[in-house]
Structures are given as structure tokens and as C-alpha cells.
């Protein structure tokens, strides 16, 4: 690995531009919007405001796993925000002033509400429906422990790891060692607690798993960084086991497709509206109906 040359800090840091890698067009040490630009709403209560990253895919699949329940008024409008300079816009920022998807507006009562952080999104649409969310007692304590641990973990696996080992612009053996030795640990975490339960609450399927699964599920399935076999994923069985049984969810397939950009054209929904938008509206059907001058 080629190493860095030394660096001393200097007595005040400044802003560089030149030094932000491959997000250095975006990434900006101040708040705020740089543009004026409103966010579109329709015809749902729920206006969902994402892109498909992990953070993004933990509400898309929770509002799938609602209507799945029968909980229609989930039901739910999902707009596209790019990371390249929208989530800035006078709009979004008014929804999210930490300027990062996922953010949720519910129009639902008198007062519409702003929700932002995956998490607290999570743990808002579970109270408002009364679902994947134990109410009380030891199973309440572990879901909600579990979602705060993935709260707290995966900076290390997304702004550490991953930002090391796929995006820095120079490979530094230090970082990456550290950040790998950290996730694996994580991932050690995670097999012992489901190496006796069958989901990480102790009891049902919960916003614990939900949270948890795009994260840890990708990168057991190879999906994330491209580093499966780097990091020896495999060797987590229980993992593994957990990482097939969630993916397999009806929800969940639909769920990962939501504001989806990047892989198969079949495995991109843009926009989501309307429950038929997954038959009608994927990016290989629109790029179909173009074609053939529909």
C-alpha cells in the first residue's frame, strides 16, 4: 500500500478543496443551503425525501413492511435526492438542516411534521402505526438498543472503512487496518447475538433488523465496497443465515429498489408513488417505452 508522507496539523486547520477525494465537489465544513430550490410534494401524507444508500433503504423497506401489515395510511410519495449538491437546496434543508437523506415530511395532522435521521424515522413511523416495535419490556429494550447500536457503529463501517478502503485518494495501510479491524469486530458482535436468536430484538422481526440489515446484510453479501472477501464475511455464519432470511422479504425487495440510481435497470424504481409503480414505472420498462416511441 503506498503510505502517506508525513503530516504535521497545523496550530489552525483550513479548508482545502483540493483535498476531499472523491466527494470534494460536495463536502463543505459549513451548514445551510447554497441554493433556493422547494421540494416537490404529492399526493400522500407521507413525502419521503432519499436516495437508495443503506440510511435510505432503512425507510423505504420500513414504509414497504407497513403496507405489507395492511397499514394503508403508509402510503407513501418517495422523491429522488441525489448527493450532488441537492441535498443543499433551501428545500430539503428545511426538512433535514443536517443537509442528509433520509428525510420524511408527514402531512397527516393539522401541523405537518418533520422527521430526519434514519433512526428517529424508524422509531416515529413504528409509534405511529404500532408496529415492528415491541411496546414495552425486555424485547422494547433490546430493539431500541440494537437500533442505537447500528446508529453508533456504522459510521465506522461507512465514514471509516469504506471511506478508506474505496473512496480516499490514496490508500493509507493505517486507516485501513484500523477501520477493518473494527468492522469485523462489529460483524463478531452481531454473529454472537444471532447465533441464539433469529432476529436481533430476541423476539419478531423489528426496526432493529430493519436498521441493522442494509449495512451489515450488503456487506455479508458482497454488496458494499466490494469487500466481502477482504473482510472474510463468509466466516459469520449466523450472519449470513440472517443476512438470506431478511433479503428474501417481499418488503424488503421492494423496498431496496425505492430511489434507487445505480445497478440493474430491473432493480431501479427512481420514484415510487403507487404501490403498481414497481410493475410499471422500473428504469428497464421506462427505457422500453422510450424506445418504442410510447
Same mark, same amino acid.
Given at each position: 500500500?503506498?503510505?502517506?508522507?508525513?503530516?504535521?496539523?497545523?496550530?489552525?486547520?483550513?479548508?482545502?478543496?483540493?483535498?476531499?477525494?472523491?466527494?470534494?465537489?460536495?463536502?463543505?465544513?459549513?451548514?445551510?443551503?447554497?441554493?433556493?430550490?422547494?421540494?416537490?410534494?404529492?399526493?400522500?401524507?407521507?413525502?419521503?425525501?432519499?436516495?437508495?444508500?443503506?440510511?435510505?433503504?432503512?425507510?423505504?423497506?420500513?414504509?414497504?413492511?407497513?403496507?405489507?401489515?395492511?397499514?394503508?395510511?403508509?402510503?407513501?410519495?418517495?422523491?429522488?435526492?441525489?448527493?450532488?449538491?441537492?441535498?443543499?437546496?433551501?428545500?430539503?434543508?428545511?426538512?433535514?438542516?443536517?443537509?442528509?437523506?433520509?428525510?420524511?415530511?408527514?402531512?397527516?395532522?393539522?401541523?405537518?411534521?418533520?422527521?430526519?435521521?434514519?433512526?428517529?424515522?424508524?422509531?416515529?413511523?413504528?409509534?405511529?402505526?404500532?408496529?415492528?416495535?415491541?411496546?414495552?419490556?425486555?424485547?422494547?429494550?433490546?430493539?431500541?438498543?440494537?437500533?442505537?447500536?447500528?446508529?453508533?457503529?456504522?459510521?465506522?463501517?461507512?465514514?471509516?472503512?469504506?471511506?478508506?478502503?474505496?473512496?480516499?485518494?490514496?490508500?493509507?495501510?493505517?486507516?485501513?487496518?484500523?477501520?477493518?479491524?473494527?468492522?469485523?469486530?462489529?460483524?463478531?458482535?452481531?454473529?454472537?447475538?444471532?447465533?441464539?436468536? @433469529?432476529? $436481533? %430484538?430476541? &423476539? #419478531? +422481526?423489528?426496526?432493529?433488523?430493519?436498521?441493522?440489515?442494509?449495512?451489515?446484510?450488503?456487506? !455479508?453479501?458482497?454488496?458494499?465496497?466490494?469487500?466481502? @472477501?477482504? $473482510? %472474510?464475511? &463468509? #466466516? +459469520?455464519?449466523?450472519?449470513?443465515?440472517?443476512?438470506?432470511?431478511?433479503?428474501?422479504?417481499? !418488503?424488503?425487495?421492494?423496498?431496496?429498489?425505492?430511489?434507487?440510481?445505480?445497478?440493474?435497470?430491473?432493480?431501479?424504481?427512481?420514484?415510487?408513488?403507487?404501490?403498481?409503480?414497481?410493475?410499471?414505472?422500473?428504469?428497464?420498462?421506462?427505457?422500453?417505452?422510450?424506445?418504442?416511441?410510447?
Amino acid at each position: 500500500m503506498t503510505e502517506p508522507s508525513a503530516y504535521e496539523p497545523p496550530k489552525v486547520w483550513t479548508w482545502n478543496k483540493e483535498n476531499g477525494g472523491r466527494f470534494a465537489s460536495t463536502n463543505r465544513p459549513i451548514a445551510g443551503p447554497t441554493h433556493d430550490k422547494e421540494l416537490p410534494v404529492g399526493r400522500h401524507p407521507l413525502q419521503l425525501y432519499s436516495l437508495a444508500t443503506p440510511n435510505g433503504v432503512k425507510v423505504t423497506v420500513m414504509l414497504e413492511e407497513l403496507l405489507a401489515l395492511g397499514h394503508t395510511g403508509a402510503e407513501y410519495d418517495a422523491w429522488l435526492i441525489k448527493i450532488d449538491g441537492n441535498q443543499f437546496g433551501s428545500g430539503f434543508v428545511a426538512v433535514n438542516p443536517n443537509s442528509k437523506i433520509p428525510a420524511l415530511m408527514d402531512h397527516s395532522g393539522p401541523t405537518p411534521i418533520r422527521v430526519f435521521e434514519s433512526g428517529s424515522i424508524l422509531v416515529y413511523l413504528a409509534e405511529k402505526f404500532g408496529a415492528l416495535l415491541p411496546t414495552s419490556g425486555q424485547l422494547r429494550a433490546e430493539c431500541l438498543s440494537w437500533l442505537f447500536w447500528q446508529m453508533g457503529s456504522a459510521p465506522y463501517l461507512g465514514g471509516g472503512f469504506g471511506h478508506f478502503y474505496a473512496y480516499a485518494p490514496i490508500k493509507i495501510e493505517y486507516a485501513i487496518d484500523r477501520f477493518a479491524m473494527e468492522v469485523k469486530r462489529q460483524f463478531d458482535v452481531l454473529d454472537r447475538r444471532l447465533a441464539d436468536n @433469529e432476529y $436481533l %430484538s430476541g &423476539g #419478531d +422481526y423489528s426496526i432493529a433488523d430493519i436498521a441493522v440489515w442494509p449495512w451489515y446484510g450488503a456487506l !455479508a453479501k458482497g454488496l458494499l465496497y466490494g469487500a466481502g @472477501e477482504f $473482510l %472474510s464475511v &463468509g #466466516d +459469520y455464519k449466523h450472519v449470513q443465515r440472517w443476512t438470506e432470511a431478511i433479503a428474501k422479504r417481499p !418488503a424488503v425487495v421492494r423496498g431496496r429498489m425505492v430511489n434507487r440510481i445505480f445497478g440493474e435497470p430491473s432493480s431501479q424504481l427512481h420514484e415510487r408513488h403507487d404501490a403498481s409503480d414497481f410493475d410499471t414505472r422500473t428504469q428497464d420498462r421506462i427505457g422500453e417505452a422510450a424506445a418504442s416511441g410510447a
